[in-house]
């Protein structure tokens, strides 16, 4: 199990269900942080390290700022349409000042990558940080939409000072995807969160803070 430190200035969530007001979710989704880790190592399958946990812990809740930019209408869309109607002025929320820390737990992969033998996603990381010059990828890494770059991605030993746990809770106030389905909605798969308040952390979170990356559609071996 390895931890990294993300830091963004800004970037945008957007929600499954947004439609012309691009409401953001209030943090980084898991799904999302996943397909960044994917980037950092420059794996371009999503399916590669399916089965990897993720657990998190906020430096503080981002603050919601709402821009005028333009907007794509087609997100993974027709050519056609794109071109003639897909993109547009309008208004979108953009999460301000990002910081956490991301925990990842390869022990239970079961993708491509690990029926291979191949190194796992955490060694990947710590390669990828350590050996930038040995990556490949196409572009920075980014946490959102393909402008919101990172400012940065380090190790970290031991977390120290105050933070926000993110516990995966059934009645918790957020609903963050942890795997997307880019051709429509039916795989999407959410899980509820709970945002607790900020405290001293030493050590990993609890094991139950964990929530695996997994595409329905693929049963376990």
């Not at 397909?35 to 399958?45: D, N, R, T």
């Not at 981002?62 to 071109?83: D, E, F, I, N």
């Not at 809770?169 to 900020?198: E, F, I, K, N, S």
Request: aromatic residues 8%; hydrophobic residues 45%; contains cysteine.
């Amino acid at each position: 199990m390895i931890a990294v430190r993300v830091e963004a200035p800004y970037a945008s969530f957007r929600k499954s269900y947004a439609r012309s007001f691009a409401e953001t979710y209030p943090i980084a989704p898991p799904a999302t942080v996943y397909g960044m880790l994917l980037s950092l190592v420059g794996e371009w399958q999503r399916a590669a390290h399916a089965g990897v946990a993720l657990a998190f812990a906020y430096a503080r809740e981002p603050k919601v700022a709402t821009v005028l930019r333009k907007l794509s209408r087609y997100k993974y869309g027709v050519a056609a349409k794109q071109s003639r109607m897909g993109n547009a002025p309008d208004y979108v929320e953009v999460l301000c000042g990002l910081s956490f820390l991301c925990w990842i737990d390869s022990r239970g992969e079961l993708g491509t990558r690990a029926q291979e033998g191949a190194p796992r996603l955490e060694e990947r990381i710590v390669e990828a940080i350590q050996h930038p010059e040995r990556v490949t990828r196409a572009g920075v890494v980014c946490l959102g939409m393909s402008d919101d770059a990172v400012d940065d991605i380090a190790l970290v030993e031991e977390p120290a000072g105050e933070w926000r746990l993110l516990v995966p809770r059934d009645d918790g106030a957020m609903d963050l995807p942890v795997w997307v389905d880019h051709v429509g909605a039916l795989d999407t798969r959410w899980r509820r969160y709970h945002l607790a308040p900020r405290a001293p952390l030493t050590g990993n979170p609890p094991q139950d803070h964990f929530v695996p990356i997994l595409d329905p559609r693929v049963p376990p071996l």
